[in-house]
T-cell receptor
Framework: AQKITQTQPGMFVQEKEAVTLDCTYD???????LFWYKQPSSGEMIFLIY??????QNATEGRYSLNFQKARKSANLVISASQLGDSAMYFC?????????????FGTGTRLLVSP | DVKVTQSSRYLVKRTGEKVFLECVQD?????MFWYRQDPGLGLRLIYF???????EKGDIPEGYSVSREKKERFSLILESASTNQTSMYLC???????????FGPGTRLTVT
């Protein structure tokens, strides 16, 4: 079963509008963490935001916020005031402990296109 | 700033060749990772290393091996490249105890 599910292969948004990228996860661990990474066409993965399972407040980093709903096992990324430079692939990932080692499990990604 | 570098951005190899992908990080990180990225599949973990000379299999280790002789360098080896190993390969590193992984720019490998 998929541990991280991103159901939107592609999303379109107009410049200056807000957009929500969906992410649901599956884990039985009590302690875990959710990440969002951005991958521009250059290929490098850029860390955007992190939410720990015990964090009570939703994480925010500038124009990025993570809408964490623990009971629903969702960790959606909200980008406010989209910019042309936000056009990229976005990956949701979960930190999990396996065999004593911390690993990241990634979703399949959402391609965001921001139009003028 | 953390810097993770990979030896090549693009690489073309023939079937059956032995291929080395090199990754170097400059932040003294203990943990290093190799992923492959394919459309519709996201990133999948091939191997990781939690310290020098230590390695652990990830989710898709078949057809690959790794080497970590020095802390800053983690090599991915394709013993006999096959066309189904055509992919984007990403290296990452992180400090022990930290959560965030820092990624290199990726190597796009084509096996013909």
């Amino acid at each position: 079963a998929q541990k991280i599910t991103q159901t939107q292969p592609g999303m379109f948004v107009q410049e200056k509008e807000a957009v929500t990228l969906d992410c649901t996860y599956d884990t039985s661990d009590q302690s875990y963490g959710l990440f969002w990474y951005k991958q521009p066409s250059s290929g490098e993965m850029i860390f955007l935001i992190y939410q720990g399972s015990y964090d009570e407040q939703n994480a925010t980093e500038g124009r990025y916020s993570l809408n964490f709903q623990k009971a629903r096992k969702s960790a959606n990324l909200v980008i406010s005031a989209s910019q042309l430079g936000d056009s990229a692939m976005y990956f949701c990932a979960m930190r999990e402990l396996e065999g004593g080692f911390q690993k990241l499990v990634f979703g399949t990604g959402t391609r965001l296109l921001v139009s003028p | 700033d953390v810097k993770v570098t990979q030896s090549s951005r693009y690489l073309v190899k023939r079937t059956g060749e032995k291929v080395f992908l090199e990754c170097v990080q400059d932040m003294d990180h203990e943990n290093m990772f190799w992923y492959r990225q394919d459309p519709g599949l996201g990133l999948r973990l091939i191997y990781f290393s939690y310290d020098v000379k230590m390695k652990e299999k990830g989710d898709i280790p078949e057809g690959y091996s790794v080497s970590r002789e020095k802390k800053e360098r983690f090599s991915l080896i394709l013993e006999s490249a096959s066309t189904n190993q055509t992919s984007m390969y990403l290296c990452a590193s992180k400090a022990r105890g930290d959560y965030e992984q820092y990624f290199g720019p990726g190597t796009r490998l084509t096996v013909t």
